[in-house]
């Protein structure tokens, strides 16, 4: 199921990571919504135990429904599709907090696949800020970070760090990033790990 048009955005809360995709989606391109930030608010406007801070596998398990959706939605697009996170991620999630993550998780990391590399929004204390959704201090942003990418590896993706630039720079980036990997031949997906 290796999709090479599928370009993931990740890293840690308050890197600038959605206001990128939303300056992508602005330029035309196709894009996903964070499962983290919907599954927060969604279960925040009902009264829901499905939040981080209540109970992170249930968190964790609305977050892979959210994401398999936007997988399989993403093949009814055209061109490249910029998804707002993706599977490892959640993966991520569950080892910084210490928790155990599912086989169907891991699963689900090997078969849904994205481009083989990954763009990584790196821990900028200059941009960082809490909000209602986002409650991680600076520094659990930065392990967010260390967790998301490493899981990205374990499941055979390479990160590529974005610049710490201004969302103009950034969106210059990317597209040279997609034209590079491209024109080099570069677009395959991530083999999976074993």
């Not at 199921?1 to 035309?28: C, F, N, Q, W």
Request: aromatic share 10%; no cysteine; net charge neutral.
């Amino acid at each position: 199921m290796g999709h090479d048009r599928y370009i993931v955005v990740t890293g840690g809360p308050g890197a600038g990571k959605s206001t990128l995709i939303d300056a992508l989606e602005a330029a035309g391109h196709a894009r996903s919504q964070e499962a983290g930030r919907g599954v927060i608010r969604d279960q925040a406007a009902l009264g829901g135990r499905g939040l981080p801070w209540t109970d992170p596998e249930l968190f964790a398990e609305l977050m892979l429904g959210w994401e398999l959706r936007s997988h399989h939605e993403a093949a009814g697009r055209p061109g490249t599709v910029f998804f707002d996170r993706g599977v490892p991620d959640i993966v991520g999630y569950l080892r910084l907090e210490g928790r155990p993550v599912p086989g169907h998780l891991r699963e689900a990391a090997r078969r849904f696949r994205y481009h083989r590399r990954v763009l990584a929004a790196p821990p900028w204390p200059e941009i960082y800020e809490r909000d209602a959704e986002r409650r991680q201090s600076y520094a659990e942003a930065v392990r967010t970070y260390e967790a998301v990418t490493a899981a990205y590896r374990e499941f055979g993706y390479e990160p590529v760090e974005l610049p710490r630039a201004s969302v103009a720079e950034r969106v210059r980036f990317v597209g040279g990033f997609v034209r590079g990997a491209v024109a080099a031949g570069d677009n395959g997906p991530a083999h999976e790990a074993t």
